[in-house]
């Protein structure tokens, strides 16, 4: 059965998702996506003009996606704690999908190089991310203000990208692990 104009940027994007993910946006190649799902490179192109194209929907699509999981987390976990472990395990998945970075981080990594486009997009993700963590901190401590908890929120994506990128750089997801234990004793995490 043929696929769909949607089912093929559909796969279009899933492969293009995977491929950044480990090997950054500047390795990314329309002639190898083509390749990988089995079309001509010029039908990239039909779905994704330019390269800065792809880039906005991987980047629009992973803060969406990575937003509505984060809403379905705060409304059905019990505390904090557990809002905290599905948050970490987040980050440990793309570890052990490949030894996978998280594609904000990846492509913030690459941000100098990165059409102006992808860039404002990419920036949505932590500002999402940050604000979500503010949320479940405010209901692990009603009493810290705004903005201390935005500024402990921002401590707490950094310190879980960081360290997925340490045992990303170690190949050793145990490493993410340790670090994630030792967030939680040092009280950063509840």
Same mark, same amino acid.
């Given at each position: 059965?043929?696929?769909?104009?949607?089912?093929?940027?559909?796969?279009?994007?899933?492969?293009?998702?995977?491929?950044?993910?480990?090997?950054?946006?500047?390795?990314?190649?329309?002639?190898?996506?083509?390749?990988?799902?089995?079309?001509?490179?010029?039908?990239?192109?039909?779905?994704?003009?330019?390269?800065?194209?792809?880039?906005?929907?991987?980047?629009? %699509?992973?803060?969406?996606?990575?937003? $509505?999981?984060?809403?379905? /987390? *705060? &409304? =059905? !976990?019990?505390?904090?704690?557990?809002?905290?472990?599905?948050?970490?395990?987040?980050?440990?998945?793309?570890?052990?999908?490949?030894?996978?970075?998280?594609?904000?981080?990846?492509?913030?990594?690459?941000?100098?190089?990165?059409?102006?486009?992808?860039?404002?997009?990419?920036? %949505?993700?932590?500002?999402?991310?940050? $604000?979500?963590?503010?949320? /479940? *901190? &405010? =209901? !692990?401590?009603?009493?810290?203000?705004?903005?201390?908890?935005?500024?402990?929120?921002?401590?707490?994506?950094?310190?879980?990208?960081?360290?997925?990128?340490?045992?990303?750089?170690?190949?050793?997801?145990?490493?993410?692990?340790?670090?994630?234990?030792?967030?939680?004793?040092?009280?950063?995490?509840?």
């Amino acid at each position: 059965m043929a696929k769909t104009k949607a089912d093929m940027r559909e796969a279009l994007l899933a492969t293009a998702r995977a491929s950044v993910q480990a090997r950054g946006y500047n390795a990314l190649s329309f002639r190898d996506l083509a390749k990988e799902v089995g079309i001509k490179s010029a039908s990239v192109h039909y779905h994704f003009p330019t390269k800065g194209d792809l880039g906005v929907a991987l980047a629009g %699509r992973y803060t969406e996606e990575g937003a $509505a999981y984060l809403d379905e /987390v *705060l &409304a =059905t !976990a019990p505390d904090p704690h557990t809002c905290f472990d599905r948050y970490s395990a987040i980050f440990r998945a793309a570890l052990a999908n490949g030894n996978r970075m998280c594609l904000s981080g990846i492509m913030s990594a690459e941000l100098d190089d990165l059409p102006e486009e992808v860039k404002s997009e990419i920036d %949505r993700f932590p500002r999402m991310n940050i $604000a979500w963590i503010a949320r /479940v *901190l &405010a =209901t !692990a401590d009603a009493s810290a203000g705004e903005a201390e908890r935005s500024e402990r929120a921002m401590a707490i994506y950094a310190a879980i990208a960081g360290a997925q990128l340490i045992a990303r750089g170690r190949n050793d997801i145990s490493v993410y692990d340790r670090a994630i234990a030792a967030y939680r004793v040092s009280g950063l995490i509840p």
